[in-house]
């Protein structure tokens, strides 16, 4: 039985060589279905992932307020329905002041400015790294973790100390492996002493998250001066179950900050880290769906051209069905022959489907810097695919080869 399955299998290879060019053809437009399955959801596994990385470091207990929710609704035109006012220093202030809701930590921060040069001695940074004013709280309710030294201090904040953290690429670049921890740096002429440098984050969407650096929020404020800074707001629940009082507190309290009264609707957005990621995996979900529409499409198009293929195949061949049915090769035999070269020729386009689909994604997580990781699901169900069209496109060829009555046959020019 297996002697006669091998056979079977090396006469496929034979033919499949012997019309090589509509064999490749054929592999081809299989491997462009596969290749669109593999490659787009490979890109979008790679997105999901540094998104979902980015928020669930947060935390599911952390809660954020902030200017505008993360889904703003938009008139046809393109702009807002509601311009919300910026969350200001006596906003947050306040906030401070008024929120004491138990086991909770809150931090609060401001972006100084996206072009920072910062300078250590003699050298210094291209203009592009990102200064933040901060709290004690901001690290641990953002789920930035220290690699060397230490955090701020209650009394560096208060004390308004000229200290600085400063991110994980500046041991490559400014102090060229020089340990910075208790080094001196500079910005627009004000010394910080350097007390901590964060683990690496790596990038998203272009944004370099290890080139930045982060300073108390008075400090900041002093050489930040420009109007209409827009702070942000994030509270830590120590007790997750405690999520939803600690929640709705903090906005009542924002509320009579902003002086809303019950029946205006609120001018601030608030957003849990969990909510977030919630929402990413539903918008990625529409992009699995297109890209299943895309390969079903296409891997519909190469199952019609395999099963040409295989018909003419068929045709071409009909003196040698007959002369091995002349030999006593029943209709199984003959039938399992032309199965086992249209799953032959379907799997090798799954495979370069499955090859171009993965460099298709690794390449799009390279440009963008993204978390790329291997699609196993969408490999496993493109081999899955590409055997049920191959079985689906080869079924009418072989059936009609196995019919060939073989007097016939051999009478055939």
Known sequence: ????????????????????????????????????????????????????????????????????????????????????????????????????????????????????????????????VQVYGVNEHYLENTGTEIARGRNFTIFDIENNNKVCILGSDFTKGLFKNEDPIH???????????????????????????????????????????????NYNISVKVQNKEMMEAAQDDAIITFRNIRGLNPVEANNFGVERSDDLINRIASITVYLNIAAWIISIITILGSSIALMNIMLVS?????????????????????????????????????????????????AFAKIFEFDFSLPWAAMIWATIITFIVAVIAGSYPAAKAARLDPIESLRHE
Not at 315 to 335: C, F, H, N, P, Y
């Open 1 to 128: 039985m297996f002697s006669l399955f091998r056979e079977n299998v090396r006469i496929a290879l034979d033919s499949i060589k012997g019309q090589l060019l509509r064999t490749i053809l054929t592999i081809v437009i299989i491997g462009i279905g596969i290749w669109a399955l593999v490659g787009i959801l490979s890109a979008v596994t790679a997105l999901e992932n540094t998104i979902s990385s980015n928020f669930a470091s947060m935390g599911a207990n952390t809660f954020t307020i902030q200017r505008y929710e993360f889904a703003i609704q938009t008139r046809g035109s393109g702009e807002r329905e509601k311009i919300n006012p910026v969350i200001s220093y006596n906003n947050i202030r306040e906030f401070l002041n008024k929120y004491n809701f138990p086991l909770t930590k809150t931090s609060v921060s401001f972006t100084g400015t996206s072009v920072a040069e910062v300078k250590y001695g003699s050298e210094k940074t291209d203009p592009e």
């Open 314 to 362: 068929v045709t071409e061949r009909t003196q040698e069905i007959g002369v091995r049915k002349a030999l006593g090769a029943k209709r199984a035999t003959i039938s399992t022959q032309f199965f086992i070269e249209t799953i032959v020729i379907g799997q090798f386009g799954s495979i370069l489907g499955i090859i171009l689909g993965i460099l298709t994604g690794f």
């Open 183 to 229: 080094k001196t740096v500079s910005i627009r002429g004000v010394q910080f002493k350097v007390i901590g440098v964060l683990e690496s984050k790596g990038s998203s969407f272009g944004n370099n998250q290890d080139l930045k650096m982060i300073i108390p929020i008075q400090v900041a404020r002093g050489i930040y001066t420009q109007p209409n800074i």
